[in-house]
C-alpha cells in the first residue's frame, strides 16, 4: 500500500520541478541576455579588432578583418614602459590605499562600535566623495598641487621642496591620485569585515598572554582577509587601467602615461584601432593572471 502511494506521488513531483525550473530559467533570461549584448559581445568584438590588418592603400583608421599575431607582439614592445609602470603605479596605491584605510575601517568598525551616531557620521565622511565627479576630484587635486597654488609655495618656502621642484606631472602626483580616488573602495569591503569582528575573540587573546602585536598578526589579519581581499581588488584593477590620473590634463605627464592613456590615444588620436584592443586584452588577461594569483595565495579562492 505504502509502495502504491510512493509510486503514484512521484510522477505527481515531477511536473512541478520541470515548472519550478522554467520559472527559473525565465527569470535568468533577463540577466543573462544583458551580459550576453553588453558584456561578451563587446569583448568578442574586441578580441577580433585586435587581430585586425591595415587596408592596403586605404586611410588612416580603416582595417580588415585578420588574423595578425605581430598586433600583439609590437604592442608589448612599443608600450613596455606603460605597461610595467601601470601595475607598478596600481601596486604602490593599493598598498598605500590599504595602510591608510585598516587603521580608519578598523577605528569605525571595532572602536566605535558602541557608538552608532558617530560610527555612521564616520562612514558617511568616507562615502562623501562619492558625491562629487570623479573628474572633478581630481582637477581639484591638480590645482592644488600646480606650481603656482598656495599648497607647493609653502613647501618650496618651508624648504621642504626646492624652488624649481614641480609635482604635477611626476609619479609622485599620479599615485597620491590614484590612492585618494580609490581609497573608498578599501575602506569599504575593510569596514564591513571588521564591522562584524567577535571582539571577544581578542579579549581571550589577551587573556592567553597575547601582546597586541601577536593578537593582531593571529586573530584581527585572518579574520579580516575577506575584506583585505575585497578591497586591493576593488582598488587594483581599477587603477591599473585608469587613464584619468596620469592623463597630461590631470595629474600626469608623458613620462607617467599608463595602459589607459596608450589605449584612449591609440583609439580616439591616432586611430589604431588593432593596437588600443590588443592593448586592452593585454590589460585583462595580466589582471586575471594577476588576481588569480593573489586569490589562490591568499587562500580566499570562495570570493572568485
Given at each position: 500500500m505504502a509502495l502504491a502511494a510512493?509510486?503514484?506521488?512521484?510522477?505527481?513531483?515531477?511536473?512541478?520541478?520541470?515548472?519550478?525550473?522554467?520559472?527559473?530559467?525565465?527569470?535568468?533570461?533577463?540577466?543573462?541576455?544583458?551580459?550576453?549584448?553588453?558584456?561578451?559581445?563587446?569583448?568578442?568584438s574586441l578580441i577580433i579588432t585586435s587581430f585586425q590588418a591595415p587596408v592596403e592603400g586605404?586611410?588612416?583608421?580603416?582595417?580588415?578583418?585578420?588574423?595578425?599575431?605581430?598586433?600583439?607582439?609590437?604592442?608589448?614592445?612599443?608600450?613596455?614602459p606603460q605597461i610595467i609602470r601601470s601595475f607598478g603605479y596600481a601596486l604602490i596605491a593599493t598598498v598605500a590605499a590599504l595602510l591608510i584605510s585598516y587603521p580608519l575601517a578598523y577605528f569605525i568598525g571595532v572602536k566605535v562600535r558602541r557608538f552608532p551616531l558617530v560610527q555612521n557620521l564616520l562612514m558617511t565622511l568616507v562615502i562623501a566623495p562619492f558625491f562629487i565627479s570623479f573628474l572633478l576630484?581630481?582637477?581639484?587635486?591638480?590645482?592644488?598641487?600646480s606650481d603656482d597654488s598656495w599648497f607647493t609655495s609653502s613647501l618650496k618656502a618651508l624648504s621642504i621642496l626646492?624652488?624649481?621642484?614641480?609635482?604635477?606631472?611626476?609619479?609622485?602626483?599620479?599615485?597620491?591620485?590614484?590612492?585618494?580616488?580609490?581609497?573608498?573602495?578599501?575602506?569599504?569591503?575593510?569596514?564591513?569585515?571588521l564591522e562584524r569582528l567577535d571582539t571577544r575573540l581578542l579579549e581571550a587573546g589577551s587573556d592567553l598572554y597575547a601582546g597586541a602585536f601577536t593578537t593582531f598578526r593571529k586573530i584581527t589579519i585572518p579574520l579580516s582577509m575577506p575584506g583585505i581581499v575585497s578591497g586591493t581588488l576593488l582598488t587594483f584593477i581599477p587603477a591599473a587601467g585608469d587613464y584619468i590620473n596620469a592623463s597630461q590634463d590631470f595629474l600626469g605627464s608623458a613620462d607617467t602615461s599608463m595602459m589607459g592613456n596608450v589605449i584612449e590615444s591609440n583609439f580616439l588620436v591616432l586611430q589604431n584601432y588593432p593596437a588600443a584592443a590588443a592593448m586592452s586584452v593585454i590589460l585583462m588577461a595580466v589582471i586575471l593572471v594577476i588576481v588569480g594569483f593573489y586569490v589562490k595565495r591568499s587562500g580566499t579562492e570562495d570570493l572568485l
Open positions: 510512493f509510486t503514484t506521488a512521484a510522477p505527481a513531483q515531477e511536473p512541478a520541478q520541470r515548472r519550478k525550473s522554467g520559472i527559473a530559467l525565465v527569470l535568468l533570461l533577463p540577466g543573462v541576455l544583458y551580459l550576453v549584448l553588453f558584456f561578451l559581445t563587446p569583448l568578442v586605404g586611410d588612416i583608421g580603416q582595417y580588415q578583418a585578420a588574423f595578425q599575431w605581430q598586433n600583439y607582439t609590437d604592442a608589448v614592445a612599443e608600450y613596455w576630484r581630481t582637477l581639484a587635486w591638480k590645482q592644488l598641487l626646492p624652488p624649481d621642484a614641480h609635482l604635477t606631472g611626476t609619479p609622485f602626483s599620479v599615485i597620491f591620485g590614484l590612492t585618494y580616488n580609490f581609497i573608498p573602495f578599501m575602506t569599504l569591503p575593510l569596514y564591513s569585515t
